[in-house]
C-alpha cells in the first residue's frame, strides 16, 4: 500500500473547491485553507445565533441576517474563532459589503472568509459540505481500515513490534514511538520522508510533557495499550500539528489491539526465556549435570563462556524487610541490582528475582591490570573494590547510605528503603568449582549478618577464622572457652580497666610495641606496664605462641557474642 494522500479529511480548500460551483471567493484568512473542515452550521435567525460548536465546522450567514440581530461581523468572527469554527462564509450583495474591518479581522486571525451571492441557496450548501465532509470521513475509516488489516497480517508473519512501527510509520508519515506503561521508551520509528531537521529528539520527553513536544513543534496523538484492561504500553504518533486529523486517531484505536497480543507474545517468550535461564543457572552452581562439558555447551547456547574462573555473588534484601517491602520497590531494586552488575561485568550471568539476585562474575577482565600471573588473593582484592563500587552505585541510585565493609550505617536511612547485603564466594577456576563458590556465598551472607549487620559486603574469603566459630555458636564449649580464656581480664576490666582493648591493639599491630603505643595514644612505658599486668594475671607470658593463639580466638569469639 502508498503512502495515503496527506489529505486524509477535508480542508477549506476542498470545501471552497466545492463552492466553486456556487461562485464562492475567498476574500480574506488565506493562511487557514488547510484548515479540516469537520461540519457545516447555518446561522439561525435567533440568539445564539449558533449553537453545538465542537471546532472544524464550516459556519454559513447571511448579511441580512446578521444585522437583524444587531451583530457586526468582525465581532462575530472573533467570536467564531474563539470556537473553533474552521471557516466563515457570507451571502451578501458584493464582496465590498463585508467591509475592510472584516477582511482585516480575518487575515488577522488567520480565519478563512467566504464570498457567497445573496441569493445562495444557504440550506443546501449546508447539505453539501456536509455530505462533502462525510465522504472523506468514510475514505478515511477503509484507510485505517485497510492498514489495521496489513498491520494484522504482518503480526501474524512475526515481524514483531518493531515491524508493525515500521510499517505504521511509512503510511503515516508520522514517527511511531512504544513506550512501556512507566513511560519508558521502548521502539522509535521515524518516517521513511523524515528530513534531518525535523527529525525527533533523541530523548523524548515525558509522555505527559506536551508543552516540551510544542517546543520542538510536534504534536502526540497517544492510546494506551491494554492487555485485560492493565496498561502495559502506550502507542503514539507524533508529527507536526497541522498534519493531524481524524485518520490517526481512529488507526491509533484499531492498531492498540495488535500491539497488545505482540506484548502478550513477548512476555511470553520472555517468561520462556527466563525460565530457561533460571534452571540452567541453578544447574551449575548447584551441580546438577553429568558432564561439565554438556553443561558448559549448554551454558553457551544461552550466551554465557563458563570457561574462564568465575565467583558466585549474592545480592539478598534483608529477610525483615523483604515481605513488607512493596512490590514494585523491591523489583527496582533487584532490576538495578542487575544493571550495575552488567554494567561493570558486561558478560556476566545474572538471575534476577524480587528479594535476592544472584550473579556469576567471570574473572578475566580483572586480570587486565596485572597480566594472568596476578595470584587469587590479587583477583579478590579487585573483586571486592569492584564490587563495593557496585554497591554504592545501588546504594545512591535507591536514596539511602547503609554500610559498606568498615563503615558505621547512617541512622538518617528512611524504612521504606531497601536494605540488603551482599555475599561473596570464592574464586572457581573451572566448571566444577561453582557448586562451591555459590555454598561460600551463601554462608558469607548468613555469617557476615549475624556478626557484623545488614547493609555490607560479605567475602567469605575475609571471614577468615569467624567461618570456624560460627558453627559453633550458641554451644557451650565456645562459651566455656571464651569465659577460661579471657575470665581474669574481664573481671580486671568489669571494674573500669582497659587491658582487653590493650591487648587487641596489640594484636592488631602485630605485636610492634611502637605502633601499638602510638594507635592508643599513650607513652610505651604505660603500654609495657599494661602488657605485664595481663600477663600477671593470666598467669602466662605473652610470648608463649599457644597463648597468642588462644587470645586471639577468644577475642574473636567475645566479638561475636557481643550485642551487634
Keep these: 500500500m502508498t503512502s495515503p494522500s496527506p489529505a486524509s479529511a477535508a480542508t477549506v480548500r476542498n470545501v471552497l473547491t466545492l463552492l466553486a460551483s456556487r461562485d464562492a471567493q475567498l476574500v480574506a484568512g488565506a493562511e487557514g485553507l488547510e484548515r479540516r473542515v469537520t461540519w457545516a452550521l447555518r446561522m439561525r435567525a435567533r440568539l445564539p445565533a449558533f449553537e453545538s460548536i465542537r471546532g472544524g465546522e464550516l459556519a454559513l450567514l447571511s448579511l441580512t441576517q446578521l444585522r437583524r440581530l444587531d451583530e457586526t461581523l468582525p465581532h462575530l468572527l472573533q467570536t467564531l474563532h474563539r470556537e473553533g469554527i474552521a471557516a466563515v462564509a457570507v451571502a451578501a450583495p458584493s464582496i465590498e459589503a463585508l467591509g475592510p474591518e472584516a477582511e482585516a479581522m480575518a ?10 451571492p445573496a441569493s445562495a441557496p444557504l440550506e443546501e450548501i449546508v447539505r453539501e459540505v456536509i455530505t462533502f465532509v462525510a465522504s472523506f470521513r468514510s475514505e478515511v475509516e477503509r484507510r485505517a481500515t485497510e492498514v489495521a488489516q496489513q498491520l494484522m497480517q504482518l503480526s501474524v508473519q512475526g515481524v514483531g513490534i518493531q515491524g508493525l512501527c515500521e510499517h505504521l510509520a511509512r503510511v503515516t508519515g508520522k514517527w511511531v514511538v512504544v513506550q512501556d506503561a512507566d513511560y519508558s521508551p521502548r521502539w522509535q520509528v521515524a518516517p521513511p520522508t523524515a528530513q534531518p531537521e525535523g527529525l525527533l529528539p533523541i530523548n523524548l520527553p515525558p509522555l505527559q510533557d506536551e508543552d516540551a513536544l510544542r517546543q520542538e513543534g510536534l504534536a502526540r496523538v497517544v492510546v494506551p495499550i491494554l492487555i485485560r484492561h492493565e496498561i502495559v504500553g502506550y502507542l503514539s504518533l507524533i508529527g507536526r500539528e497541522q498534519t493531524f486529523d481524524y485518520q490517526e486517531r481512529l488507526l491509533l484505536g484499531q492498531v492498540s489491539p495488535i500491539l497488545a497480543l505482540e506484548f502478550v507474545r513477548e512476555r511470553e517468550r520472555s517468561e520462556v526465556e527466563s525460565r530457561y535461564q533460571l534452571e540452567a543457572f541453578f544447574d551449575v552452581v548447584q551441580g546438577n549435570y553429568q558432564q561439565p562439558e554438556e553443561m558448559q555447551a549448554r551454558a553457551r547456547l544461552l550466551g554465557h563462556d563458563l570457561t574462564p574462573p568465575q565467583v558466585v555473588v549474592v545480592f539478598e534484601l534483608s529477610p525483615q524487610q523483604a515481605a513488607p517491602l512493596a512490590g514494585t520497590i523491591a523489583a ?21 528475582e524480587q528479594h535476592r539476585v544472584t550473579a556469576l562474575l567471570p574473572l578475566g577482565n580483572l586480570r587486565t591490570g596485572g597480566g594472568d600471573s596476578r595470584s587469587d588473593h590479587e583477583l579478590e582484592q579487585a573483586l571486592f573494590s569492584r564490587l563495593e563500587r557496585v554497591h554504592s552505585r545501588i546504594q545512591q541510585s535507591t536514596n539511602f547510605l547503609s554500610t559498606s565493609a568498615g563503615s558505621s550505617r547512617s541512622p538518617a536511612r528512611d524504612e521504606s ?5 551482599v555475599g561473596v564466594g570464592r574464586i572457581a577456576q573451572q566448571i566444577q568449582g561453582l557448586g562451591q563458590s555459590m555454598r561460600e556465598a551463601q554462608q558469607a551472607l548468613e555469617i557476615g549478618r549475624r556478626l557484623f549487620g ?89 610470648e608463649d605462641s599457644e597463648l597468642r593463639l588462644s587470645l586471639q580466638i577468644a577475642l574473636k569469639i567475645r566479638y561475636m557474642l557481643q550485642e551487634r
Design 417 to 421: 528503603d531497601p536494605l540488603y547485603s
Design 332 to 352: 527496582g531494586w533487584s532490576r538495578r541490582v542487575r544493571e550495575e552488575l552488567l554494567r561493570s561485568w558486561p558478560s556476566a550471568w545474572v538471575v534476577a
Design 107 to 116: 487575515n488577522r486571525l488567520h480565519l478563512p472568509l467566504i464570498y457567497l
Design 454 to 542: 545488614e547493609g555490607r559486603l560479605h567475602s567469605f574469603a575475609r571471614l577468615g577464622i569467624y567461618r570456624l566459630l560460627f558453627h559453633l555458636y550458641g554451644h557451650e564449649e565456645l562459651t566455656a572457652f571464651y569465659r577460661e580464656t579471657l575470665g581474669p581480664l574481664l573481671e580486671h576490666d568489669s571494674r573500669g580497666g582497659e587491658l582487653i582493648e590493650t591487648l587487641e591493639c596489640f594484636f592488631r599491630c602485630n605485636g610492634n610495641l611502637s605502633e601499638a603505643a602510638r594507635a592508643m595514644h599513650m607513652h610505651r612505658n604505660s603500654l609495657l606496664y599494661r602488657l605485664e599486668r595481663i600477663e600477671e594475671l593470666l598467669g602466662q607470658s605473652l
